[in-house]
């Protein structure tokens, strides 16, 4: 499956604006369309992390959850409809407040319309999310999610995948 998926800059990218924002379309096709906008988004992203460096007492450690392995992974293409999606970081997570949501991208554009879908830690772990998503017929999905890991940092990051 396709890695590479929830680097570091797609975790740091907002969630803050509602979904629609996820509909906008100029006509390229959905992944080239949201890596442009994580480039523009980043920059202010890298700006603002560096003040908080700047702000933040030295002790807290920064040990954000990052994303380090999905599935299905960021741009896969899927022949059938996953069962489940699991998100695995790289710390431990809090068991309350990680979030979710499924959308499907309309293929002629306009708002992706996000699904929550419940989640569950794996109590083994303690690092992997698992999201049951309901049944999801053929097409190009926005998964967006928001974890927060015991150090009780939020992260939060978008993939994307397709059915066939
Ligand atoms: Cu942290």
């Known amino acids: 499956m ?10 740091l ?30 920059m202010a992203r890298l700006l603002v992390s560096a003040l908080a460096g700047i702000l933040a007492a030295p002790s807290a450690g920064s040990a954000h959850a990052r994303l380090v392995h999905a ?7 899927l022949s059938r409809a996953p069962a489940e999606l699991s998100l695995c970081f790289s710390e431990l997570l809090e068991t309350q407040f990680n979030a979710v949501e499924v959308g499907l991208e309309p293929p002629a554009g306009g708002s992706v319309h996000l699904t929550e879908v419940p989640t569950t830690v794996n109590p083994r772990d303690g690092t992997c999310l698992t999201a049951a998503p309901p049944p999801l017929p053929p097409g190009a999905y926005l998964v967006r999610w928001r974890v927060v890991s015991r150090d009780g940092h939020a992260t939060r990051g978008l993939l994307h995948f397709r059915v066939d």
Do not use: N, Y
Not at 5 to 11: L, N, T, V
Not at 14 to 38: D, K, N, W, Y
Not at 71 to 77: F, L, Q, V
């Open 13 to 42: 990218a907002p969630l803050a604006t509602g979904s629609s924002e996820q509909g906008r379309r100029t006509g390229s096709t959905p992944m080239i369309r949201c890596s442009r906008v994580f480039r523009r988004v980043s």
């Open 71 to 77: 599935s299905p992974g960021d741009g896969a293409r």
């Open 2 to 11: 396709g890695e590479e998926s929830g680097s570091e800059e797609r975790a």
